[in-house]
């Protein structure tokens, strides 16, 4: 099915299921231990061996030699893989570093060796006999140090470098002005389930029980890098334990479990170490951001620049947090840029909310610290510099003079958003969180030790569609299947398609089973980049169609006037059981969505505003969250209690971005020393305050036939400014190096 054309009218509007808030069908085999998670996959493959990973002990540079005789005769020992031994190995499309090391070495705790034995401890116990001696070769591990060598690079198709007007001059000359740089962390994604995956051969054929969120990018980069025929590999990955982007692409433990069990002729279950997956796996990279906001003194942005910089290993992507200043206000002159500098870390890449939630992180302290200047609410500044149109265009420049607005639309054809509510989410957000009792002048309000101040930021992310498909079954007890290879990392997929696919056709969510997360599904969207529910949902909706024409034909109705209605077809005054229509034999369709360019013509994204209460502690600088409110505009929400547990998941991750995440970079030995959850910090319950959420009321028909968009990544965006601004307001003191940590407050609380 091409989607190519706005949405009128369909089933889905009848909202007899879709956009009820429905438990998750999932919910009670995840209570029970019923669900099959990875490392749990037992009941697969009898027979399992234990794979235990071996990583590099420097950062850069070559193995000489590596001496695996001791470990060999260890007991239990089966087989032991590494780059002598593994046969000639490809790079798969998604990986910037080898799977595999050796004998060259490109990051720290990269995989040199899986090692195979009867038990995990025996392997792990022979893992640590391997001898292995290196040549080590210099290596770049801090970020300012290689600031000067960066490099302008586009990411995902974005320009590396955008320029409207004329940003200096008019910044020169702009009575108010901000020129300042804030910092990210590097961060984990340090998700509750670690990398772990079952592999087993059957002759040439490889099935990979695994954790991952794009099934087909993975059994096709599996096939590339073993040399295979994608046709011989099986991926399956039915349950995730959060990935949060990490769990994109084929990693280590799918690769050297595949491995190991070729090598030792038996099923191998890899789980990597919780010390080895910050180094080994993927992170996002810290950035340096410049921003520079020229305002007239009545409050309207005149000039604005953003350039960010972030690291990463050669042929790695940027951590582009200079994207959304692309879109989020109006100006006139205009200048961004997104740079990277080479850096012998280990990978950078996906983190929950990509470029958005680093470069709002400072973008909106940036838009307080201009409003501060002013004199001016923060929250009326920002809606006095909203827009309509994509400002940055070089073609069709946008303008926020009062006297070009009225003919704007008419006579300027630069994109228009599809939907845009970002005013309204921060008004109905200012109203309910009781903005209106702020204090503007900072350091003011205290609850016996603790200085109390609260703070704003705006939220945008781009909506991104992906084709889906799936395939549909109906059966003579009148129960429908859905299968496709989307995958559920938490997040809801199997209720939200369940919900789909019993609005399409007429049936209770009890007559609805979903099958998910396997490679001999249809090829999805799978789950990244908040294009999930939207787009598998879409794909859903399109074989739904095509077996509602099936069912009518068979049942001798016309389709365009065939109503399904509980658990029947109905045509004029015929009414048949949708049992009784499929027969013994059932029926079966399979369609998928393709989208046209639809999200070319208008600019699609998802819009809020971040509300956030925090107590500073005046003596220790503890800084505590004490209420947060996200008001959000997503297109219409297909389940209100799933995406309420997205966008608080997002506000959390946040919360633990503005606060407490950083992996620290040993700058001698190249690694990040914090590798577990002992030393890297994220939220726990105890940080957790009062959430609220609020949804507001809309659909886009340019988004998808669901009318809906994504909405899983938009509560981590601006919640880090939000809490930083809070702190801020809460004690006069300006952080603009997260995390926030007290001791970076503490010399300026001693004036307090």
Known sequence: MKFDTPATTNPIDQLKVVGKPVDR???????????????????????????????????????VSMDVSAARAAPGVLAIVTADNASQLGKGTFNTARLLGGPAIEHYHQAIAVVVAETFEQARAAGHLLKVRYERAPGAFELDARKDSAKPVESNGAAAETAVGD???????????????????????????????????????LTLWTSNQMIAWTAADVAKTLGIPKENVRVSSPFIGGGFGAKLWLRADALLA?????????????????????NNTVHRSATIQRIRIGATRDGRITAIAHESLSGNLPEGGPEAAAIQTRSLYAGPHRMTANRIALLDLPEANAMRAPNEAPGLAALEIAIDEVAEKLGMDPVAF??????????DNPAKPASNDPQSKAGEEKHNPRPPFSQRQLVECLRLGA????????????????????????????????????????????????????????????????????????EMMGVGLERVLVRLGDSTYPVSCGSGGQWGGNSATAGVYAACLKLREAVARKAGLASTDAVFANGQVRGGTRSVPLGEVAGPD?????????????????????????????????????????????????????????????????????????LMEELAVDTRLGLF???????????????????????????????????????????????????????????????????ITLDKLLKGLSAV
């Not at 231990?33 to 070559?62: C, E, F, L, M, W």
């Not at 809606?383 to 400002?391: E, K, L, R, S």
Request: glycine fraction near 10%; charge should be neutral; hydrophobic fraction near 40%.
């Open 673 to 739: 020393v914090n590798h577990d959850l002992a030393g890297y910090e994220v939220p726990v319950h105890a940080d957790i305050p009062h959430q609220d959420v609020i949804f507001l009321n809309e659909t886009d028909p340019t988004s998808s036939p669901m009318k809906a968009k994504g909405v899983g990544e938009l509560g981590i965006c601006g919640t880090a400014a939000a809490v930083a601004n809070a702190v801020y307001n809460a004690t006069g003191v300006r952080v603009r190096d997260y995390p």
């Open 167 to 205: 940003f200096a001059g008019n910044f020169a000359n702009a009575p108010v002005q901000v020129d300042a740089t804030y910092t990210t962390a590097h961060e984990s994604h340090s998700m509750i389930e670690p990398f772990a995956s079952v592999a087993a051969w059957n002759g040439e054929q």
């Open 382 to 391: 920002r809606i006095a510099n909203d827009t309509q149109f994509v400002p």
């Open 25 to 63: 069908i999932d919910g009670p085999l995840k209570v029970t231990g019923t669900a099959g998670y990875a490392n749990d996959r037992h009941d697969v493959a009898a027979h399992q061996a234990h794979g235990y990973i071996v990583g590099s002990a420097i950062p850069k540079g070559r193995i």
């Open 586 to 658: 059932g029926l079966v369709a399979e369609d998928s969505i393709e989208f046209g360019d639809l999200n070319k013509q208008m600019q699609q994204a998802t819009f809020g505003a971040h509300f956030v209460e925090v107590g500073v502690d005046a003596a220790t600088g503890e800084t505590r969250v004490r209420r947060m409110l996200a008001v959000c505009a997503a297109g219409r929400i297909l389940n209100p209690k799933t995406a309420r547990s997205q966008v608080i998941g997002g506000m959390t991750m946040g919360v633990g971005a503005a």
């Open 258 to 278: 595949a491995l190991g069990a070729r090598a030792a002729l038996r099923p191998v279950r890899v789980a990597m170490p919780r010390a080895l997956i910050p």
């Open 431 to 502: 109203r309910r969180f009781g903005w209106d009792k702020r204090n503007a002048q900072p350091g003011r309000v205290r609850d016996g030790r603790w200085l109390v101040g609260m703070g704003v930021a705006a939220a945008i992310r781009d909506n991104l569609v992906m084709n889906s498909g799936a395939r549909v079954r109906l059966d003579q007890r009148g129960f429908v299947t859905v299968e496709t290879d989307m995958t559920d990392i938490g997040t809801g997929s199997y209720t939200v398609i369940a919900q789909t696919a019993a």
